[in-house]
Structure formats: C-alpha cells, structure tokens
C-alpha cells in the first residue's frame, strides 16, 4: 500500500469520524510503515492514530518510530499508556530507548517501568557502548538437558509470547553455563519422548559481551544465524542478539565508513532531514579544512618547477589529468580493499598478496592508459618529447595510487584504525602531490627546461 495513500485513507477516516474503520483499517498496515505515516499528520491525530492500536500492535508501532518522534509521542501519552508500552518491548528495545531519551523523559519511562525490569535494564546499560553486551536482549527461551521435548514444547507455549524469538532455544545447566542450542526444526521432528540433551547441538557459536558489534554482525553474515547466545567470563549464559540487531549494526556500520570515506566525521545518528544545518557543517568542515590546507604543498611543489612551466607552459594543462587518474586510480583500489577488510575476504597479512595484486593491476592499466594519452598527445601538440613525459608520468603515477590506496587501510587495520579513515580525500591528496613532483622532474629530465 502506497505511504501516500495510507496517510490520505487515515486522514478521511478522523475528519468523517469513522473511528471504528480507521481501528480495523491500522492493524492491516504493516508496523514498519508507520512511522512515515506519523510523520505526516500533526500530534492530535498521532495521539488517536496510536489509541486506536491494539497494545500488542502499539508497541511494535512505537520501537519502529525514530528516537526524536518516540519522545513526542511520550510526551503526549498517559502513565498507563507508558506502561503498557514498557510492558510489550523487548528489553533491549527498551534500553535503545532511555539511552536515546533526556533525563527528563527518562524519568518518566522508568517509573513506568516494573521494579525487575529496571533492575535489567540498569545492568544492561552497565555495558559499553559498541559491545555485544549492549547489544543483547536478556529474552530468550532456556531448557535443561533433562527435559523431554514434549516439556520442551509446554516452556516454548508459556514462554514464547514474551520472548524477542523461539527460533532458537539454549539449553543450561543449573549455574547456567550454556550447555548446547536447539533449533525449533530440531524439536519438531523429534520424537516427544527425546530429551532435550540427545537432539541438542553442543557446537554452539557464541560470543563474549564485551566482543565488538561490529564483529558480532559478521558472526551473523559468516554463520547464516538468526540469533547469537551472550556469554560471560564463566560462560553463563546473560543473552542473546537477534538478526534484526545485527542488521541494524551492519547499517550503522557501513553509513559509518560512507561518512569517514568521504571525509565526514558525523556526530549524531540522525537522519539527513533530521540534522540540522550546523550538524551537518561541523561534520565536514574539519576534514575540508585539512585537504585544502594540505594541497597548500601541492601549490608549493609547483611553485618550486616555475622555471620549468615559464619554459613551457602547455605543461600546466596536463597537471589536471594526471591527479585525476591518479585520484580515481587510488579510489577504486582503496573502495574495494576496505570492502574486503569489512567482510573479512582480506586480513592485514595479506599485506603483500595486495601489494603483488595490485602491482600487476597497475602496471596493466597504467601501460594501456599511457600509450593512449601519450598517442594523444603526440597528434594533438605534435611533440613526441612531452608525449613520453605525459606517458611514463601517467604509469608510474597509476602504480603509485593503486600502491597506496591498497596499503593505506591495511595499515589502518593493523594499528586498530578504521580502514574507512584510509579512503578518497586522503589517499587523493598524497598522490595529487607525488603526480606533481614525478611530472614536472621527468619534464625537467627529458625536456631539459
């Protein structure tokens, strides 16, 4: 159903009054459409947009809304009403939502909150930020190995509607040490008189709550998982993380590498729209600041070979096409390297595979790129001399720029930067100023100017 459409149908309903369709017409939209239907009707009708939902729906509704729209519609709901939005979230849902919220708000939400359930969320917010811990919810389904899989079934009947997913079960022994992991098809076609420990998986893949998220999502690319159990120091089991999280970081993730690739270092997690003029200045001005400040140097270079562009001054026309091949040459090395860095298909000892790859990339494409702008040359200004210059300049530059901007995020890598660092604005500036300086000495070499 078109977003347009939605939002016209729901305003039709309020302005007629037919509330009791508008009821029966929001449990048929799906919850993730909502919250651009919110965004575009005023908070009256939210507040009797959100009333009308079911408490189950309202609450899928709410985790579905972005953080500054979750807080208006706070601000307009009861005590009651907050509580019965704290009672269906999962809990990791609900931490996302007071790390988000001012203190202020909250307040409010916890007091709305049951006594166990705040205790959780206050240990799970004892957790970095960026780890597995802070990730986690504590809403899962356990079983003890003794069980037989029809009492399997009765713990997954009780316990299934509160928790984030049955998919996977985990099996504990009595200090809660994880033990193994069921899969909800391991448990259908058993026979009811199994116990649990004969069908469970003892290899189970799991991970430390202080294990970077960034890792913990590609556990989830690499293994196909839909969940993945948290374990402490004394591998006792304290959560799990669900796909949809992982899926999340993969997204927060790769916006972060876009950003830092182009040379922004964003400060809010906030949409585009969202982010307000001055945000989005101060994310870029600081690495504008450098380059240009950095190709200061470039000037600097140029000014040094003035007697060589006095002597022949058609030189200076080549300078644009060299740094550009040279920066797009860098680009495209750097892009795939740190996409590979990412999904873990290259590693920093694979330094010198790169290395040996690219050089062989390079010398291919900067050979096939030098004889067509060195035949160019030679037929467009008739001096075979400068057509020589211009081709040995252009391989040897091509080589550089691939060179660097393959080494450059696996060096980063290594010394626990972000590859993403290692991208576009640099790598095009130190091959703009070697492009530079390896022109106008080999003019000055073989032109003798």
């Not at 070697?434 to 003798?448: G, Q």
Request: contains cysteine; hydrophobic residues 45%; negative net charge.
């Amino acid at each position: 159903m078109e977003e347009e459409k939605i939002i016209e149908d729901v305003t039709n309903f309020i302005e007629n009054k037919r509330i009791s369709d508008l009821r029966k017409y929001l449990e048929n939209i799906n919850s993730a459409d909502f919250p651009s239907i919110l965004e575009n009707i005023d908070d009256e009708k939210i507040i009797m947009v959100y009333r009308l939902l079911s408490k189950e729906k309202a609450a899928e509704v709410f985790v579905e809304l972005e953080h500054d729209d979750q807080e208006r519609l706070i601000n307009c709901l009861t005590d009651k009403e907050i509580k019965n939005v704290m009672n269906e979230i999962f809990m990791d849902d609900a931490v996302d939502l007071i790390e988000e919220m001012p203190s202020n708000v909250v307040k409010r939400i916890l007091a709305n909150t049951k006594l166990e359930d705040r205790k959780i969320i206050n240990e799970l917010l004892k957790y970095p930020d960026d780890t597995a811990g802070s990730l986690m919810t504590t809403e899962f389904i356990d079983l003890k190995e003794n069980m037989t899989v029809e009492k399997a079934f009765e713990v997954i009947k009780q316990k299934g509607l509160q928790k984030e997913t049955v998919y996977n079960c985990y099996v504990l022994a009595t200090d809660r040490k994880l033990l193994g992991v069921l899969d909800i098809k391991d448990l259908l076609v058993a026979e009811t008189n199994q116990l649990v420990k004969e069908i469970m998986d003892t290899n189970v893949i799991e991970v430390q709550t202080l294990e970077d998220q960034e890792e913990v999502s590609k556990m989830f690319d690499k293994y196909d998982l839909v969940a993945i159990p948290v374990v402490d120091k004394e591998n006792r089991l304290v959560g799990i993380i669900t796909i949809d999280d992982a899926i999340d970081v993969m997204q927060e993730e790769t916006s972060e590498d876009f950003e830092l690739m182009a040379g922004i270092t964003s400060t809010t997690d906030d949409s585009y729209f969202k982010t307000s003029v001055v945000s989005h200045a101060k994310s870029r001005i600081l690495w504008l600041l450098l380059l240009m400040l950095s190709a200061t140097i470039t000037g600097t270079i140029t000014t040094y070979f003035e007697s060589a562009i006095s002597a022949l001054p058609i030189l200076v026309a080549f300078m644009p096409m060299l740094m550009d091949t040279g920066g797009n040459c860098g680009s495209q090395t750097s892009t795939l390297i740190i996409r590979g860095l990412a999904t873990d298909e290259i590693s920093s000892k694979d330094l010198l595979k790169v290395i040996w790859k690219e050089m062989r990339v390079a010398l291919m494409v900067g050979v096939i790129l030098g004889i067509v702008n060195g035949i160019r040359v030679a037929i467009q200004y008739q001096n075979f001399l400068i057509a020589i210059v211009v081709a040995i300049t252009l391989v040897l530059v091509v080589l550089a720029a691939k060179l660097i901007g393959g080494i450059l995020p696996i060096i980063a890598k290594k010394v626990k930067l972000d590859p993403a660092l290692m991208a576009s604005p640099i790598i095009t500036t130190i091959v703009d100023i070697f492009s530079v300086t390896v022109f106008f000495t080999l003019a000055s070499l073989i032109l003798k100017i």
